[in-house]
């Protein structure tokens, strides 16, 4: 077991004060009119501080989303009635709770932090969740190898498609101002174009719809987004 420091133990909170302070901010204010100094303010944190654990506001702002996307992925996880050989719909999973926490979270935030932060919030999860659910599906025979031309398909390079799929298209919707499908339906489509185009005539053979997550009778009410003050409090 190792033990902290008090001084560790002292700046973990002096962090997380930070980090609620902001929360609560939010939940009056728009993002834009934040700064480090009414931050520390609110949070009881001396100026000086905040540079310890943050490199900026927009620093910030992408590590309290991040956490409060984790946060939100751990209490959506993949639902017990989507077949757990059906890869390409637990797949699809992620890219809807991904559509539905960024319309959640805002077009405007959403698009500061693409613009502002070069750290991917969503590749983590992406190189994680989706390579472990994509190797398996390789493993069992559901991905076609003749889509690559040295007879094998590459689930990694099949991950950082679908990260460019799913980037490319937050940055689009976060700029737009025209009308258009819900993010969440966007995402779907294009990943599921992406997936079925390289799935095995054994995954072809079986007999569970080959449709689009959200068009399954069960799906209603599965995502619910919690704790995004600058949003929707809970979609379905």
Known sequence: MVTKL???????ETQQKILTATERLLSQYDF????????????????????????????????????LYRQNLRENP???????????????????VLGYFC??????????????????????????????????????????HHRNKNGRVAV??????????CMGTLMWWSGTTEEA???????????FNLLYSFCSDQYRRTDYPHTLLTESPDFAGSVSIHGVPSGQAERA
């Open 6 to 12: 008090p001084h560790e133990i002292k700046s973990e």
């Open 32 to 67: 834009k009119y934040l700064t480090v100094r009414n931050i520390c303010e609110e949070a009881g944190a001396a100026y000086g501080s905040f540079y310890h654990h943050f490199s900026s506001k927009e620093n910030l702002l992408y590590v309290y989303t991040y956490q």
């Open 78 to 96: 993949v639902p017990g009635w989507i077949d757990r050989d059906d890869y390409i719909k637990r797949v699809l999973w992620y890219a809807v």
């Open 103 to 144: 319309e959640a979270a805002g077009k405007d935030l959403v698009g500061y932090i693409h613009k502002n932060c070069p750290q991917g919030i969503f590749e983590d999860t992406l190189k994680g969740e989706i390579l472990s659910i994509l190797s398996d599906a390789d493993a069992k025979g559901n991905i076609d």
């Open 156 to 165: 990694e390079l099949m991950v950082k498609d679908m990260e460019i799929i």
């Open 181 to 191: 499908e819900p993010l969440h339906e966007t995402l779907e489509h294009l990943c």
